[in-house]
């Protein structure tokens, strides 16, 4: 089912193991992304963006009912409360929290690992979608409290704080992770936004395969790219792309990032401008911005911090 | 270290002057001060428990295994392949791998503890309560039978039975907890009505 329902490839997925993939509509659109981890030979925990997941419950029974596959499908979002342990002291607070082995040779990243964190069952997920060593820690969710009163406690003599979406949005875009919805649209593919990687066009089949090898579909207009901005005007989302005075694409996320010393963004631009270093101008009423195309990760591009 | 599971309307329960007590690692409201009066509210008029902690077993697929090994529980089946299993606080820990065992690769045994919240409507005044609810006709289910149905806008699972006074268990989903109790306790108090802990509908013969 996995194997239809994404265009890469989740059949060789080893026990414990997780793999992010995007979800594709009949057209070859991105529906959604999210991780899915093997936690069983037959088991799969999958995760989906927050304000989509009736939507895709809908979406995964409807083609379950479709294709009459041997699956059970049942959404589990309420079942479990997670919180994401992120940073690099993030190790030291989780040994503080289990007897487990939260080395990185036992947890590595992009594992999927069963175990008791302060006391409770847990399945922990290294996975960082902020860009940093991170335990993302889902358990039954009515020992909530118990849970973030017991890492906040661990976490004192490391100088833990709670952060919120506000500062979740930066540290994404300084890896230039996108955000389905907000920097894709309803005609964007993966490729466009440079997630081409994740298509294995040597499967059989997968939602959204004719789509994305029909007429004209490698033949890209737009290229979803990052970039940097001078001065500290922080270009709204929506704010115009433009070429000689003609609107040519538009900014969907940019902020101010204090590790990257600039104004960093994520923006639709023609895809003969997605090279390094290409510049080009931003405008938003009366105010213009000289910017810089960036087709890696501001920060940490290799993924040693989160590897490690 | 012991941890406690806390159902997600414990602080409104803590407003209303809950008084607590621990069972198998739950935090439950034993009564709201005065035990005397909610078990007359109970006997006399309609009562609202928060029952979110009660164990919660779903199984998928092929029941009959399952079913027969289900033992001396609540079954509420809301359709020909779909049960869901209630049992008193921590019994789903014994619950799920009987269930798994006794269902074999043809159904699928899911803990759903944490997925739902739980209420339990009891008393007299319950169709004049549900009637402020749901438009879904609650003669239509007869005792010991489940649905699926709407209360207060929300989908739920609905599960009726007759103790010494007639009772109605709705199960929501747990994201939806502060909505639907608010909604329900209101409905509840406009029919004369108010919350009462687990020890007054214990004393009804609730399990």
């Not at chain 1, 793999?19 to 925990?45: H, K, P, Q, S």
């Not at chain 2, 159904?107 to 319950?126: I, Q």
């Not at chain 2, 929300?154 to 109605?168: I, K, Q």
Request: glycine fraction near 12%; hydrophobic fraction near 45%; aromatic fraction near 8%.
């Amino acid at each position: 089912m996995l194997e239809r329902l994404y265009p890469n490839r989740f059949a060789d997925l080893a026990l414990g193991r997780i793999r992010y993939g995007v979800m594709l509509n009949d057209e070859g659109v991105i529906l959604d992304d999210g991780t899915v981890a093997r936690i069983d030979e037959d088991e799969f925990f999958v995760t989906v963006t927050t304000g989509n997941t009736a939507a895709l419950e809908r979406w995964i029974t409807w083609w379950n009912a479709d294709w009459a596959l041997d699956v059970r499908v049942l959404n589990l979002t309420g079942a479990f409360g997670a919180v994401n342990l992120a940073g690099p002291a993030s190790r030291g607070v989780m040994r503080s929290l289990t007897d487990a082995d939260v080395s990185g040779e036992a947890v590595p990243y992009l594992s999927a690992t069963p175990m008791d964190v302060a006391g409770v069952p847990a399945l922990v997920l290294r996975i960082g979608f902020v860009g940093e060593l991170g335990y993302e820690i889902h358990f039954p969710s009515m020992y909530g409290e118990h849970v973030w009163d017991a890492v906040m406690a661990a976490g004192e003599r490391h100088g833990i704080r709670p952060f919120g979406l506000e500062a979740q949005r930066i540290l994404r875009l300084e890896k230039q992770h996108i955000l389905v919805g907000q920097d894709t649209d309803a005609e964007s593919d993966p490729f466009e936004v440079g997630l081409g990687w994740t298509v294995k066009a040597d499967k059989d089949d997968f939602l959204g395969k004719r789509g994305l090898e029909g007429p004209g579909a490698e033949a890209a207009g737009e290229r979803l790219v990052g970039f940097t901005c001078e001065g500290s005007w922080v270009p709204p989302e929506g704010s115009s792309v433009v070429h000689d005075g003609i609107w040519v694409g538009r900014v969907t996320s940019a902020r101010a990032s204090a590790a990257v010393g600039s104004i960093v963004g994520l923006a639709w631009v023609p895809s003969g401008w997605a090279n390094d270093g290409t510049p080009f101008e931003i405008q938003f009423g009366s105010h213009r911005s000289k910017a810089t195309v960036a087709m890696r990760p501001f920060y940490d591009p290799e993924g040693q911090r989160l590897r490690s | 270290m012991n941890p406690t599971r806390r159902s997600p309307l414990s602080r409104m329960h803590a407003d209303l002057g809950a008084v607590l007590e621990h069972e198998a690692g739950w935090e439950l409201v034993a009564s709201y001060g005065d035990e005397a009066a909610e078990r007359a509210r109970v006997r006399d008029g309609i009562g609202l428990v928060d029952v979110t902690a009660r164990g919660k077993v779903d199984v998928r697929g092929s029941l009959d295994g399952a079913l027969s090994a289900a033992g001396d529980v609540l079954t509420a089946r809301i359709a020909e392949d779909w049960v869901l299993v209630l049992a008193e606080p921590g019994g789903e820990e014994v619950l799920v791998p009987k269930l798994e065992s006794a269902a074999g690769p043809n159904a699928m045994v899911t803990d759903v503890t944490h997925l739902f919240v739980g209420f339990a409507l009891a008393g007299p005044a319950l169709p004049d309560a549900l009637a402020r609810l749901t438009s879904w006709d609650p003669a239509s289910l007869a005792a010991g039978e489940a649905t699926g149905a709407p209360i207060a806008d929300v989908r739920a699972v609905v599960a009726r039975r007759d103790l010494e006074v007639p009772v109605l268990e709705a199960y929501v989903a747990a994201e939806l907890a502060r909505y639907a109790w608010e909604t329900v306790l209101d409905a509840v108090r406009r029919t004369g009505g108010g919350p009462v802990g687990w020890r007054a509908l214990r004393a009804e013969g609730w399990s």
